[in-house]
């Protein structure tokens, strides 16, 4: 069998997927087990650096890889496991610690975005000057510091350090490319760099892998503003359909999302959340979007949100008729199974990596 080239991409284990991440992302790890060895991984490792209940993180890790089964991830053609359950994650992750550096890390945009520190101060410093005339530029630049150094004395280190496990991630399965959306890209950087640092040092042991960067996915915007992405993280439920919302529940929301001024169902650019319906549309119910147009020619807004309720809700019950016909046992057989097939890939890259470190071999 000719082989593919391998591909390697981690999920974190939060809950309430909506129909963004399935248009945007999944889909397309779905489709790219055609022509890659695929190798996903349930990320509770780095799920655990922001606190977690213990039984609520236990029961996500399960949901998540049951949604993504559920969604056509096929467990004969990819590899689909608990990073956990793979220690050799954890101990590439401290080697590539002792290599890479504080400056590396410091750069990472998520690890500030996560602990509440402005990527950029300089905007804001222009506006509290502007805004407060009575404190002179050093007093604001003083008081962002100080609230800034608050707030890494009391950040998490595995925050801090979660793009180095990402790394080892990456670099234990030999695999050419990582698809991620553009805020990993960084990550996927460090890896890079950490892989060259490494087989500089040490000699090949790594290779170097390219971010795959899913620029054709569907970017779906919320329901309640078409101008902001959908997030499972909103203020308002009426800005997501979670894959696990009950069919009926998910009709309504259709029915309340807001919709642009005009009666008419056009594909525009100046009406947005006509445009981010008629692409969900054209999405789940496998109609271009000038077919959609076409559809509702000469028809208005009520009729069209209607069918569209419609090809949600019925997305969603067959979703989740799939969700449900797999056991919690079934999937723990499955990430199980996986485990098994990852750690012998994994094993054999740290045997090389112990080696040319200098650890003294383990009795076998
Ligand atoms: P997140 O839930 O932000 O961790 O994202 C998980 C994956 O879903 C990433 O690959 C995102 O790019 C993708 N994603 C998240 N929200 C959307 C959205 N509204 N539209 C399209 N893709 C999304
Ligand atoms: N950091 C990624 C995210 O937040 C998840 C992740 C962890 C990952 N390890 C990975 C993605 C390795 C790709 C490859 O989405």
Request: glycine share 6%; net charge neutral; proline share 3%.
């Amino acid at each position: 069998m000719k082989s593919q080239p391998r591909i390697f991409s981690g999920i974190q284990p939060s809950g309430n997927l909506h129909i963004g991440n399935y248009l945007g992302a999944i889909k397309q790890w779905i489709d790219l087990q055609q022509t890659y060895e695929t190798i996903f991984c349930v990320v509770d490792l780095h799920a655990i650096t922001v606190p977690q209940d213990p039984d609520e993180l236990r029961r996500r890790t399960i949901e998540i890889a049951k949604i993504y089964l559920a969604a056509g991830i096929d467990p004969n053609r990819s590899t689909l496991f608990v990073q956990s359950h793979v220690h050799e994650h954890a101990e590439l992750g401290w080697i590539l610690n002792t290599i890479a550096r504080m400056g590396d890390l410091e750069k990472m945009t998520q690890f500030k975005d996560k602990i509440g520190i402005k990527v950029s101060h300089l905007g804001e410093i222009a506006r509290n000057w502007s805004e407060d005339i009575s404190k002179t530029k050093e007093d604001i630049l003083n008081e962002i510091w100080n609230n800034d150094s608050r707030k890494i004395e009391t950040a998490g280190v595995g925050l801090f350090d979660y793009p180095v496990l990402m790394a080892a991630d990456i670099l234990l399965y030999d695999i050419a490319a990582v698809p991620v959306g553009d805020d990993q890209v960084q990550h996927v950087e460090l890896a890079r760099t950490l892989a060259r640092r490494f087989n500089k040092r040490f000699g090949e042991t790594f290779i170097v892998p390219e971010a795959k960067v899913q620029k054709e996915g569907a970017r779906i915007m919320g329901l309640d503003n078409p101008m902001k992405k959908m997030s499972k993280s909103a203020s308002s439920e009426y800005n997501y359909i979670a894959l696990m919302d009950d069919p009926e529940a998910a009709k309504k929301k259709i029915m309340k999302a807001v919709t642009d001024s005009g009666s008419e169902i056009l594909y525009a650019d100046d009406k947005p959340a006509l445009k981010n319906l008629i692409n969900i549309y054209s999405l789940l119910g496998a109609l271009s979007t000038e077919e959609v147009v076409a559809r509702y020619a000469g028809k208005g807004y009520v009729d069209f949100k209607r069918d569209l309720a419609e090809v949600v809700a019925r997305f969603l019950v067959g979703f989740q008729e799939k969700f449900r016909a797999i056991s919690d046992d079934e999937a723990l057989r499955i990430l199980h199974d996986g485990a098994r097939k990852a750690r012998e890939m994994a094993s054999r890259k740290m045997r090389e990596v112990r080696e040319k470190v200098g650890f003294v071999s383990e009795m076998d």
